[in-house]
């Protein structure tokens, strides 16, 4: 009897909510019918635009990235494909139509567009870049003592490789000019410090170097995304056999945090001091001639000040009797989602900068030879690092591959190379050898504007 009862009244609150569901719907209707039609019935507000793009960025990228063909899967560099295609598709002239009109972008200077290059990308790279601060931090001093030639002259093999092609493509298409090419080199090497240190540089063809870095950067993300899935299948290499030697090739500490204070359990607060730590650190300049600050000047910024500060929390560990730990699900949750967020900004940015740019620019040609030389100045690099790494210096080859993200300054190709390898470890070769590769690409950009 009670039974009966209780199904009774559940009945009875089902139909109530059908009728008020269908009451309000119906009222929605008359009062859309007597207004400007079914736009009237949603309001779909910049915010509201904004975080409806992420979400569908993040759920069709990671269906995109899952997608496995022989054992090579785009990973979450699909999140990074698929906001390049829906930032094209919202430049679209579909404004006037109801309801997908609030989604139309008229440039790079939309609100919305703005939001995800600005606060959503840069919360993105400094959950990113901390994450494996800390990930690297406890060994990566020791390690950088006992590699530190290697890692510095592969940092500067690679860059100083995609100089000379962007050298040569300048000297063959000079109409173009080194602006075009710098930015190029920039994306090529997905590299936003250079593109900003060409911008500082150039004095006339701005647009050029937007041009160049539109063009270049999605092969930068994918190419190297692709190389380092690729070379352990073309050697048919043991992943167990090459993480042990990644490991034996390191210098492990282990620490017992069970005598510090930590103020919560996930590692929030030492995280936000070394981000605080980190923004300090990356926006302080350094003038590069005698000019002063009136000059060029280079600083870490964002991604190396906060790469630096996080290391150096991580490796210490705590700060008297105060932990400086950050449990390992935080970090792999904020490098995963901190990655996704990155390339979900970058990418939605450049699709509708794409299409922008190749307006003005007024031709095929010069994307077509981007393209190319971009191509190039991504695969080129990457392979002279691997023969000199793999079988000049015989680092084992996750050691290699690490180090070759590194000197891209690949930040996506990271994330793809921890899953590939199944461990961890590869960051601390990632984090020595990008400092060094960051400056040299600041510092080519600039050179290759000025001096050609």
Partial sequence: MENEKKKSLKWLWIAIAIVAVVGVGVWCAISAMNANGVSSTFKFSSTFVMFTLVFVILALGYLLGGINIKG?????AGVFLVAILLGWLCTLDFKDVPLLGSFYMSGTDAAVVKNLKGPIQN???????????????????????????????????????????????????????????????????????????????ATENLARITLGHAIAYPFGVVGVVLF????????????NKERELLRLGGVEEKRDYSKYFACEDFGFMPFALAIIAGLLLGSINIPLTGAGYSGPCFSLGTTGGVLIMCLVFGHFGHFGKLSLEVKEGTLKVMRELGLALFLLGAGFEGGVALVQEIANAGGAAIVIWGFVGGAVMTVFPMLVGF????????????????????????TPALGTLISTAGTDDVAAAYASTYPIALILVVLASQLLITLM
């Fill in 72 to 76: 090579v899967s785009l990973g979450t």
């Fill in 123 to 201: 919360i993105g790279l400094i959950m990113f870049v901390g994450a494996v601060g800390f990930i690297a931090g406890p060994n990566f001093f020791k390690n950088l003592a006992k590699n530190f030639k290697t890692y510095i002259l592969l940092g500067a093999v690679i860059i100083l490789s995609g100089t000379l092609v962007a050298v040569l493509c300048t000297l063959l298409t000079p109409e173009y000019g080194p602006e075009y090419w710098a930015g190029i080199l920039s994306g090529a090497l997905t590299s936003t410090p250079g593109f900003s240190a060409a911008q500082d540089a």
């Fill in 387 to 410: 023969v000199l790494g793999k079988y000049v210096l015989k680092l084992p080859l996750l050691n290699s591959l690490g180090s070759i993200t590194g000197g891209m300054t690949s």
């Fill in 228 to 239: 380092v899935q690729l070379m352990p299948k073309f050697l048919k290499s043991d992943m």
